[in-house]
DNA sequence: TGCTAGCGTTCCCTTAAGGAACTCACGAGG
DNA sequence: CCTCGTGAGTTCCTTAAGGGAACGCTAGCA
């Protein structure tokens, strides 16, 4: 299909979708952040093909999104768990969730609920602001060209 | 490529990425968002083949992500807009913004920069408990069935 | 010795992405 | 009137990626 490379462009979206914006990638996250981590688990977890399954997981892996541990050395067996950079991209599947809630969910609600350790309610995440804490959403800002920006 | 359906599966991640999903698709509403709105323009843009600009903008437009409106009648001329469903989306591109920002920027920084409207500093997202207001990452939460889960 | 489990790899088929060329409607210029 | 240019797609061909099934390998177990 030859794709075309996003890693190369000077976006940070771009590059993120570099790291898990093929099919399956989030999916594969999610499995291994709620507990599904070994190979045959989320094959079955998931309906994907072992081939693309196996992939998926080099490339995760390959870009410190995932770790590839031995959990048992006779025989060899290995589970995959999330690295810091893994972890901060479910982040991103929080968000995810919270736009598939409102917007696909329908009748039938939420799939899955958040409970929130510091409180203890069922929650869901909202965007804040870094400086001022108050709401962050995509119409509130102006967007500026930063120092990676590449020149006009 | 007979790609397995997102769309069916109980998972607001799934659901979410069978709108989004698609190669290029964030990538055109990221470009639609910061007011590139046109055919032409978008695919000078992205450099992506018109073939598949045209499959995207359809299937966006069916999905009630963008908008496709007449700015001119004679001739007939259109550009495509964020709905209130596509705006809230560029919230997860804000987010994807951050990640890309902190794991992908290297040496030049990040390529953009947000001003928040409310405090006019240059900020970015960060996720907050609807219920408390605290900080809420993935490590935070505990993950529950909702009442939209299958029954295993 | 054969069975089974866990993890992949190989092979073939279908379908989607890239790219260039083509279409169509319209306005402008000569 | 004829031709050119522009915006917005569509068509066609080539190539590569996803799906699925079968195969391979290692090792514990009966």
Known sequence: MQRTRFGDMACSIARTLDVIGEPWSPLILRDVYVGIRRFEQLQQDLGISRKVLAERLRWLVDN???????????????????????LEL?????????????????????????????????????????????????????????PGAVPA
Do not use: F, N
């Not at 999104?65 to 025989?75: F, K």
């Not at 609920?113 to 995440?125: M, P, T």
């Open 64 to 86: 410190g999104v995932l770790a590839r541990t031995e959990y048992s050395s006779r025989p060899p067996r290995h589970e995959y768990t999330l690295t810091q950079k893994g």
């Open 90 to 146: 479910c982040d991103l599947l929080m968000v995810m969730v919270r736009w598939g809630d409102r917007w696909t969910a329908g009748e039938a609600g939420p799939p899955v609920l958040y409970r929130h350790h510091a409180c203890g309610e069922i929650s869901h995440v909202e965007l804040h602001c870094s400086v001022c804490d108050r709401p962050m959403r995509a119409g509130d800002v102006d967007v500026l060209p930063g």
